[in-house]
C-alpha cells in the first residue's frame, strides 16, 4: 500500500534566481494539511513568482506543476501570500524526510497607463480695451485636447469706420483739403481672429491667432460724412496671444492682441468649458 502521508517539511529558502530575490520573499511558513502543503509568504515588490523543490538536499530543483494561489503569475506586493501545493500529486506518495523550497522572483514594474488627456470645449465672454480707450466686447469659442482651435469676435457696437467716406491724416486732411467737420466722433472696434490653443497641463493652456482688425477713430463732416482719422486708427492684421486657465468647469482667458502693431488691446475672458465624450 502506498504511503499517503510527508514524514517531513523542512522549509529553506536557497536563494533565487533574480538579484534581489531574497528581499522580496520574506517570512515564509509553511504547514502540512493531509495532502496539501499551504506555504505562506510575504512579498516586498510586485514579481513574478515561481516555487521550486528539491528532494535531494538541493542538488537539484524541480518546477512545482500541482499549485495554485499565488505562484506562476505576476502577484502584487502584500503580506500572507498563499500558495497550495497538492505535494502527492507532484512527487508520487512516499516518505519524503527534507523537502527543499525556492524561490525565483522577477520584479514587475507596475505598467501606468497613460493618462487619458480630456477634450474640452470652451466658450468665454470677453471684455478689451485699448491704448486709445476703444472698449470691446465680444466671445470667444474654441476646443482643445493637447492641441486645439479658436475663434474670437469682438466689437465696440459703433461701425462707422468700416466704410469710411475718406482716410485724413492726423490732423483731419484728406490730401490737401480740410473738411468742415461737426463735433461728432466715432470710435470703431471690429476683430475676427482665429488660432491655436496647446494645452501644458491639466489647467493651463496657451493661445495664438491671427485676423482681421479695425480699431479706429472716425470724425463726421457737415454734410455727414464719416472720416477715418489715419493717425489714430488701424486697421489689417490682429495678432494675439495669451493664456487660458480651468478652475474645474470655469474658464479665465487673459489675451494681449494688436493691430498692426500700433494699436493694443488687453482682453479679459470669463466662462464655461465641458468635456467631450
Do not use: C
Amino acid at each position: 500500500m502506498k504511503r499517503r502521508r510527508l514524514l517531513a517539511v523542512a522549509l529553506l529558502v536557497i536563494g533565487a534566481q533574480a538579484a534581489m530575490a531574497q528581499d522580496h520573499v520574506t517570512n515564509i511558513r509553511a504547514k502540512q494539511e493531509d495532502k496539501t502543503v499551504t506555504i505562506k509568504y510575504d512579498l516586498a515588490v510586485r514579481s513574478e513568482v515561481k516555487l521550486l523543490i528539491s528532494i535531494d538536499d538541493g542538488k537539484h530543483f524541480t518546477d512545482t506543476m500541482k499549485v495554485t494561489g499565488n505562484v506562476n503569475k505576476i502577484v502584487p506586493a502584500g503580506k500572507n501570500k498563499i500558495i497550495r501545493w497538492q505535494a502527492f500529486k507532484d512527487l508520487g506518495y512516499g516518505d519524503y524526510p527534507e523537502i527543499r523550497f525556492k524561490f525565483m522572483t522577477e520584479e514587475k514594474q507596475q505598467v501606468q497607463k497613460p493618462k487619458r488627456i480630456p477634450k474640452i470645449t470652451f466658450i468665454t465672454l470677453n471684455g478689451g480695451y485699448t491704448n486709445t480707450e476703444n472698449p470691446s466686447l465680444g466671445f470667444t469659442v474654441g476646443q482643445v485636447e493637447k492641441y486645439g482651435w479658436f475663434a474670437s469676435v469682438m466689437t465696440g457696437f459703433n461701425f462707422a469706420g468700416l466704410a469710411p467716406a475718406a482716410v485724413s491724416d492726423a490732423e483731419g486732411f484728406v490730401g490737401e483739403d480740410l473738411p468742415f467737420y461737426k463735433d461728432e466722433y466715432a470710435k470703431t472696434v471690429l476683430s475676427i481672429m482665429g488660432g491655436g490653443v496647446m494645452r501644458l497641463n491639466d489647467m493651463m493652456f496657451v493661445k495664438a491667432g491671427l485676423g482681421f482688425g479695425n480699431r479706429s477713430l472716425s470724425w463726421k463732416t457737415l454734410d455727414d460724412r464719416w472720416v477715418r482719422n489715419g493717425g489714430y486708427s488701424a486697421v489689417g492684421l490682429d495678432l494675439s496671444a495669451g493664456m487660458m486657465f480651468t478652475f474645474g468647469q470655469f474658464v479665465l482667458s487673459l489675451d494681449a492682441v494688436t493691430t498692426n502693431f500700433s494699436i493694443f488691446e488687453g482682453r479679459i475672458g470669463l466662462g464655461y468649458s465641458f468635456e467631450n465624450r
